[in-house]
């Protein structure tokens, strides 16, 4: 199978979501993957596997009258193209012409005054609506400026004919033509201001990427920007700066400030040989750093290059809308044909009557707000929980949060610390020194929380080393290996040693070219929150589960004390797996572990979340990863995603209430064609604006 490429586009002349959504489905009818179009931003990604044909699809977005880049550095919009500059002109000539319906300057009623007038918005519109509505229809996806294009020229058309046959003022609605134009463009003024909002989040964080950085060349330093500094370069950074890039502390200590990353505005104590990320700040102290990352590869980008693509990820609930906004532009063109022919031949209205109603129908209509509804909220929950050290993988990721029936947790280094002890010793035939050596020396393989805080303990004591000139490691049992004098050693759970007979407070075995020569007992503290959020999920209608390769003693007191009823112990990889489907049946499973050990386990369920500190591991395994590695910020992330499932539920509502209700009432007569272009411009900012509450409102 080939792997698919993400091409990287900037689009200029994208003026609204309407202009989005032709984008979107020219893309999709080529039946491209991972499709996100960000037209406050001017950017279009998309996945394919054929990438000759980028050049094609370029010209076919050009095509829709849009101009194309493949370079990485936004198209700069010249004056006269963007949109605010546009709705000024336009009101220019708007105002004055509205105005004569309730000022009593005679020039103002004069038809030539009012032609004169109207004829540069109407030419304006006839630029901005009628070439993207031309380029939509030629390309068989039309959009909502088909619909603005043709009430507007209706209006126009119409009063120029009535001026040319002086049929008076009752045949005359410039002020009609032009005021649609301008609300539009005021609608879209406002529209791309409230969408950049919902996308802060990802510039906050680009942000942290444009840093300068102080080089140490020759012993002398030089200031460069972080683009240009490679992996092995040596920085100095001092109290107040942020670190430009990846890198390991090789002098000084310092506290670092984390909360871009994670969310927690207490500082990190590091000193030499830790692992800072670039994008963090140095509230205290001054250390010099080898680098380790730079450009694409620093987390701070993989986070932001995350986050980009769960924007494009759709929620189920989204398709509703998408399929409603597919057929909507030619359901109101004939709604608002048919309302003009029963308007005018049924119900013996005026000719001048029954057109502003089919205009009216036009303009009122607004599929934008469909658009929308979905993406806008997708957009602020994905912030929220980025700014609280959440990245989710996208928007359907978030749905699914909302679903969640059962939570199963990994026990080590999940609803534990992870940092274990020796509790206990009991050497066989040889001595406690002897083991220690061979525990330090195999473990030293293995990247295991176990096997990490042991080495950590017993580096402290000197051990005798041991050359291990083979060793290999079987997930869910342990580790196998062979020394220099041809002895093979085992070191693990209960499995090495084939045994079911209770082995009292003994968790772990080693075994010497076959024979047992020691039982280990260890100990792990329990995470001071794993009480608290096993109380909440229990509250919120959640089941826990507790699903480890740990001795069935160890979970079963573990799970009394955290009132866990449902346990699995001593199970393997593939046994994960089985009982993460078996679990699945029941409901919507979500998954927490580690992001390394537990990656089968998380990839199977419904949500797979990492406790991991966003290691690459953890984010190509799960689809939620907290950067904290503390378990309260689980319920955050259930609230959040409880509330962008609602607001999107309420978006959508809204936007078909709104169609629903208003269509009808224009059909009717009972809306003025310039009262129905005004209620089209609000009806996005509305959609838009309940989205953007989630950023701040209680959850």
Request: aromatic share 8%; glycine share 6%; net charge neutral.
């Amino acid at each position: 199978m080939e792997k698919e490429e993400l091409i990287e586009l900037q689009v200029s002349g994208m003026h609204c979501n309407n202009c989005a959504l032709s984008v979107h489905k020219l893309l999709e009818k080529k039946g491209l993957h991972d499709i996100y179009v960000d037209f406050a931003n001017n950017e279009v990604k998309f996945r394919t596997t054929n990438l000759s044909e980028t050049s094609t699809i370029i010209k076919d977005i050009e095509g829709l009258g849009y101009k194309v880049s493949e370079e990485s550095i936004p198209i700069a919009e010249k004056f006269y193209e963007k949109v605010e500059n546009k709705f000024y002109f336009s009101l220019i000539f708007t105002v004055p012409l509205f105005s004569h319906m309730f000022l009593p300057f005679h020039i103002l009623h004069n038809p030539i005054v009012q032609l004169i007038l109207c004829i540069p918005v109407y030419a304006l519109g006839c630029i901005h609506f009628g070439k993207s509505a031309f380029n939509s229809l030629k390309n068989g996806i039309p959009n909502m400026d088909v619909l603005i294009f043709i009430g507007s020229s209706a209006a126009f058309i119409y009063s120029l004919w009535g001026t040319i046959q002086n049929f008076g003022p009752d045949f005359l609605f410039y002020e009609t033509a032009a005021t649609i134009i301008s609300l539009v463009l005021l609608g879209n003024v406002l529209e791309k201001r409230s969408v950049s909002q919902t996308t802060s989040a990802v510039k906050e964080l680009m942000k942290f990427q444009e840093l300068n950085a102080n080089k140490l060349v020759n012993g002398e330093i030089v200031t460069v920007n972080s683009q240009e500094v490679i992996p092995g370069d040596i920085l100095v950074i001092n109290s107040g700066d942020k670190i430009p890039v990846d890198g390991e502390i090789i002098w000084g200590e310092a506290s670092i400030n984390e909360s871009m990353l994670t969310g927690e505005s207490l500082p990190v104590e590091k000193t030499k040989y830790d692992q800072v990320i670039g994008g963090t700040l140095i509230a205290k102290g001054a250390i010099h750093i080898l680098v380790s990352k730079t450009g694409k590869h620093t987390v701070l980008s993989q986070i932001i290059d995350l986050m980009k693509h769960a924007q494009s990820a759709k929620p189920k609930i989204q398709k509703l809308g998408d399929q409603v906004a597919a057929i909507f532009v030619p359901v109101v063109v004939s709604i608002a044909v048919l309302t003009f022919i029963l308007a005018f031949y049924s119900f013996d209205l005026s000719f001048q009557k029954s057109m502003l109603n089919a205009i009216a129908v036009l303009v009122i209509s607004c599929p934008c707000a469909m658009g929308l509804a979905t993406p806008t909220a997708v957009m602020v929950g994905l912030g929220r929980a980025a700014k609280n050290g959440i990245l989710i993988k996208g928007g359907n990721t978030l749905e699914e949060i909302a679903k969640i029936k059962y939570m199963v947790f990994d026990k080590t280094g999940t609803l534990t610390t992870g940092n274990f002890k020796i509790k206990k010793i009991d050497a066989i035939n040889t001595s406690i020194k002897k083991v220690e050596s061979i525990i330090y020396g195999i473990e030293a393989y293995s990247n295991h929380p176990i096997a990490r805080s042991l080495v950590s303990e017993l580096s402290s004591k000197s051990p005798e080393k041991i050359i291990f000139t083979k060793v290999s490691e079987e997930k869910g049992v342990g580790m196998t290996g062979s020394d220099s004098n041809g002895n093979t050693y085992e070191f693990g759970s209960l499995q090495i040693i084939n045994s079911e007979v209770d082995q009292e407070d003994f968790s772990l075995f080693l075994k010497m070219n076959g024979d047992l020569i020691a039982r280990i007992s260890i100990e792990d503290e329990v995470k001071p929150d794993a009480s608290k959020i096993i109380n909440t999920l229990k509250k919120m209608g959640i089941k826990p589960v507790l699903l480890s390769g740990d001795l069935k003693k160890n979970c079963d007191i573990l799970a009394a004390f955290l009132g866990i009823e449902e346990v699995y112990a001593e199970t393997k990889p593939d046994q994960k797996l089985e009982i993460i489907e078996k679990i699945k049946k029941r409901g919507k499973t979500a998954m927490v572990g580690d992001g390394i050990n537990d990656a089968p386990a998380l990839t199977t369920s419904d949500v797979g979340i990492s406790m991991s500190s966003a290691s690459q591991i953890a984010i190509q395994s799960a689809e939620v990863i907290l950067l904290k590695n503390d378990l309260s910020v689980i319920d955050n992330m259930l609230r959040i995603g409880n509330h962008t499932l609602l607001t999107i539920k309420q978006n959508l509502f809204w936007a078909f209430f709104y169609n629903v209700v208003a269509i009808p009432i224009a059909a009717l007569g009972f809306l003025n064609p310039m009262v129905g272009a005004l209620a089209m411009a609000f009806s996005d900012v509305i959609v838009i604006g309940n989205s953007i509450r989630l950023k701040t409102k209680t959850l």
